[in-house]
């Protein structure tokens, strides 16, 4: 049972790692070379899917991982406040989880939502806020940022 | 392909730029760490069960000695009125 279950991590964690880390240091902006956080975060995920292992009954374990990521960085967002040099570190990290979960992993709106904890219509606006924050920023690099209201 | 969508794709590309390396360690680590978080769950499912077993014995001993179903003899005499 126990080495079944080793064995079947294994698997997941060799096809799903690459993806899930570079979302989780999407989330935490840091640069992709120096990203401790994004990887204690990850490993802290993969540590509670490895634990429901047995009781996944047919879930997807990378959904399930990634609700998980995405729980455990809404939780503790206090901590990524500061700019790191990430691609994402003008975004509040409130934005930075929903473009990473709109955007980046195609996660529909209202799961979203339901993840978050806000109604839909907020998460789209948000999301479109963040879209037009990154657009402007990288058309203006360096200069203050036009934060435009959505 | 709309106005929106197109903002969509544009910020979507500028994520996608550069990808971290996977260090070698994390998918040991993190088993190891659920490997852990799984025994203590176990210990604590297991401590739970065995102080239910432990209530369910401590009842049943009571209620064997004290009988507390047992109607107790009264003590007082009814009254007699005729």
């Not at chain 1, 003008?90 to 930075?96: D, F, K, T």
């Given at each position: 049972m126990d080495r079944r279950r080793v064995h079947e991590f294994e698997a997941f964690v060799a096809g799903a790692s690459s993806r899930l880390l570079h979302a989780a240091t999407l989330l935490t902006a840091e640069p992709p070379a120096a990203n401790p956080l994004a990887q204690r975060l990850l490993t802290g995920a993969l540590a509670r899917t490895y634990a429901h292992w047995d009781r996944l009954r047919g879930e997807d374990p990378y959904n399930r991982t990634r609700?998980?990521?995405?729980l455990r960085f809404a939780r503790s967002a206090w901590r990524y406040h500061r700019v790191r040099g990430g691609v994402l570190d003008?975004?509040?990290?409130?934005?930075?989880l929903i473009l990473v979960l709109r955007l980046y992993e195609g996660v529909e709106e209202e799961q979203t939502a339901a993840i978050i904890g806000l109604p839909a219509d907020r998460v789209r606006a948000i999301c479109s806020r963040a879209v037009s924050t990154m657009r402007s920023a990288r058309r203006a690099p360096g200069r203050p940022l036009l934060r435009t209201a959505s | 392909m709309n106005g929106p969508e197109r903002k969509e794709d544009e910020v979507r590309r500028m994520m996608d730029a550069a990808h971290p390396v996977v260090p070698a360690g994390l998918g040991p680590r993190a088993a190891e760490q659920g490997a852990r978080l799984l025994r203590r769950h176990r210990a604590v499912r297991r401590a739970w069960i065995g102080l239910l077993v432990v209530l369910v014995i401590a009842c049943a001993v009571w209620a064997t000695?004290?009988?507390?179903?047992a109607v107790p003899p009264s003590?007082?005499?009814?009254?007699?009125?005729?």
């Open positions: 609700q998980e990521l995405a003008r975004l509040s990290p409130q934005e930075r | 000695v004290t009988e507390p179903w003590d007082t005499t009814p009254p007699l009125d005729w």
